[in-house]
């Protein structure tokens, strides 16, 4: 069955520094979509992307944020400076229609900020 | 904005009880969503309901949308311990975003 693949597993990061947290979404699939889930609760909305740009992003999808599907098969996640806060796991997903259909999720990136 | 609560927080059962989780939207829905977390995993997706008043069963999982299109149910018939993680629904916020629920976590013992 076709996956979505993050990495890394897990990455290590000091305050401060900028980390990229990488996706290949499903090959056929259209629309991506980053989440991040802070540990024992809900998972949370961060940016959606189709057709090379951002369709919708939340409250918490600052400045500090940014995403790029650079070559066509990768779709990154930068956080430019990151903050003890930014700690949790950020989980891709993507989906080959808009809105009304599932989404299939990578295993995601545990960011820890120290 | 919209938001989507589930009841319970946590349950805990014996291998073989039932169990069901409630989930209610701000908003009226066009669909709704089911996903499962295993500890330590991942969301998957179960399921998609559409239609107001809708059931649909995946073995021992029955699944039910609600007639107003506000609220949802999954409920576990004879639970095992392979059922085991964290249910949440989810609804589309806009055409370009899933709303997750606050999930239910459920653990079994035997």
């Known amino acids: 069955e076709p996956e979505v693949t993050q990495t890394p597993s897990h990455q290590v990061t000091q305050m401060g520094q900028e980390v990229i947290l990488r996706c290949v979404p499903i090959s056929n699939h259209l629309y991506f979509y980053w989440y991040r889930q802070i540990l024992g609760q809900k998972v949370e909305f961060l940016v959606s992307f189709y057709n090379n740009e951002i369709s919708e992003k939340s409250e918490i999808f600052d400045d500090q944020f940014s995403v790029e599907r650079p070559d066509g098969s990768n779709f990154t996640l930068k956080i430019r400076s990151t903050k003890l806060e930014d700690s949790a796991m950020y989980f891709c997903?993507?989906?080959?229609?808009?809105?009304?259909?599932?989404?299939?999720f990578g295993s995601g990136t545990r960011l820890t900020v120290v | 904005g919209q938001q989507v609560m589930q009841i319970p927080q946590y349950q805990h059962v014996q291998e073989g009880e039932d169990f069901t989780t409630y989930c209610n939207s701000s908003t009226t829905l066009s669909n709704i969503q089911w996903y499962k977390q295993r500890p330590g995993g991942h969301p998957v997706f179960l399921i998609q309901l559409v239609k107001s008043g809708e059931v649909k069963k995946q073995k021992r999982l029955t699944f039910q949308f609600g007639e107003a299109k506000k609220n949802s149910s999954l409920h576990i018939t004879a639970t095992q311990t392979t059922d085991v993680g964290t249910y949440f629904c989810a609804g589309p916020g806009t055409a370009s975003k899933l709303t997750f629920g606050t999930g239910t976590r459920l653990q079994v013992t035997l």
């Open positions: 997903a993507s989906s080959p229609y808009r809105g009304n259909y599932g989404y299939t």
